[in-house]
């Protein structure tokens, strides 16, 4: 059973599921733990007034009154609670102003503009001209302002690829990821600002990659995973001689494959040798490709993704992915989702924050293996609930976008 106790009445052997408190404010990285006598003292002497306990994992308060505990909504796996988190409201982060619905159709003129920009710009570069930068500043600025609007609308609509057109789409993807993740952790102006533009250029080296190698469906010979690895110090050449000075594109556009634990490439920075949109960009153009659907691979589902993303050690700053997670939620937009009552259903909407239940579109049994009415839940009204996270390739389901967008 699931209750929330004051942390005064906290016990060795406890096992917690969740620490309410003001975000970041709590020691402890993960969520979901037994707790030892160290933990207890290191929890009364934080911040937080009251957690979560799963007394049939645990230990149990000797005695407690109705009023002391709740039910609590179970939400994903360990991995990615250990990186959500209820945040107040952050000074200067973009709050959502258009709905949904209304953004999607702002956000489908960007990616169609984004994508042909793009595949103009290293069409350029492959025949050895130089390219003008103009239109990608003011394009990144129609991002930004999309994000603006509405975090989710551009990000979940550029996931939406082809293996066609992923090279493309991606740097369009990316810049959204990053501009809504920098807004999200109320970063200065001036980082905010260079957010989109170093998303959408990120990856300009691969106009030198052979299209061969990059739409190859198979895995990459040494030789050419070679040539792979060298596009961020191609991008970052070609982008100089463009004329390009800011300091921070440059950056994210030679070391956005770079790695927390200095096993990154091209250079194997450290930590300390990594600003934080460089450290954006590394979680931004990871979660992008897994999401999306390569020449040699199918997408994985966005919560799994998440999920997965959270099991990596030593890849990724923590308090980007933390920040990641806020803006997507622990079930993306798109994500296949079951429920207690063997329904398979879509996410449509976010929770409230990150830990609230989603809205969601039922449209199938998974008991009777057959489509039902689509109709639409609100899990934090609902008496149902997610259990788990489902395949839509191993379902047989496609275009699942279909059930989402309006």
């Not at 933990?39 to 799963?54: C, K, M, P, R, Y």
């Not at 622990?330 to 063997?342: H, W």
Request: proline share 5%.
């Amino acid at each position: 059973m699931l209750k929330t106790i004051e942390t005064q009445s906290l016990k060795a052997g406890m096992y917690v599921v969740k620490l309410h408190g003001p975000w970041l404010q709590h020691p402890f990285w993960r969520t979901r733990f037994v707790v030892d006598q160290d933990d207890v003292e290191a929890l009364l002497a934080s911040t937080i007034g009251q957690v979560d306990i799963d007394t049939d994992r645990g230990g149990d308060v000797e005695a407690a009154s109705d009023g002391g505990m709740r039910r609590t909504t179970p939400c994903a796996d360990e991995a990615v609670l250990a990186f959500a988190a209820e945040p107040p409201p952050q000074e200067g982060a973009a709050q959502a102003r258009a709905g949904m619905g209304e953004e999607l159709a702002r956000a489908r003129l960007i990616c169609d503009d984004g994508r042909a920009l793009v595949e103009a710009m290293f069409g350029e570069l492959r025949m050895g001209r130089a390219i003008e930068l103009d239109g990608a500043r003011d394009l990144a600025a129609r991002i930004d302002a999309s994000v603006s609007r509405n975090p989710l609308a551009l990000v979940s609509l550029a996931r939406l690829k082809t293996a066609d057109n992923y090279t493309y789409l991606h740097s369009v993807a990316v810049a959204g990821l990053m501009s809504a993740v920098a807004r999200d952790l109320a970063l200065p102006d001036h980082q905010r600002e260079r957010a989109a533009i170093a998303g959408l250029l990120h990856d300009t080296g691969k106009a030198h990659v052979p299209l061969a190698i990059l739409n190859k469906p198979g895995k990459l010979l040494d030789e050419e995973m070679t040539l792979m690895r060298d596009h961020p110090a191609t991008g970052e050449r070609l982008l100089r001689d463009a004329g390009l000075e800011d300091a921070d594109v440059l950056h994210v556009v030679r070391h956005h494959h770079e790695r927390m634990d200095g096993k990154g490439y091209p250079d194997g920075l450290a930590t300390e040798e990594l600003p934080v949109l460089t450290r954006v960009s590394a979680v931004c153009d990871v979660y992008d490709a897994i999401t999306s659907n390569r020449p040699y691979k199918a997408g994985w589902d966005p919560a799994e993704s998440l999920r997965r993303m959270a099991s990596w050690q030593g890849h990724f700053d923590p308090l980007v992915l933390k920040s990641l997670v806020r803006v997507l939620g622990i079930y993306p937009v798109g994500s296949l989702v079951r429920l207690a009552s063997d329904l398979l259903a879509v996410v449509v909407a976010p929770g409230e924050h990150p830990l609230a239940p989603p809205r969601v579109r039922v449209f199938f049994s998974a008991r009777s293996r057959s489509h039902v009415f689509r109709r639409d839940l609100d899990l934090g009204t609902s008496n149902d609930r997610i259990i788990g996270i489902e395949s839509a390739q191993a379902w047989g389901f496609r275009d699942l976008e279909k059930l989402w967008m309006p």
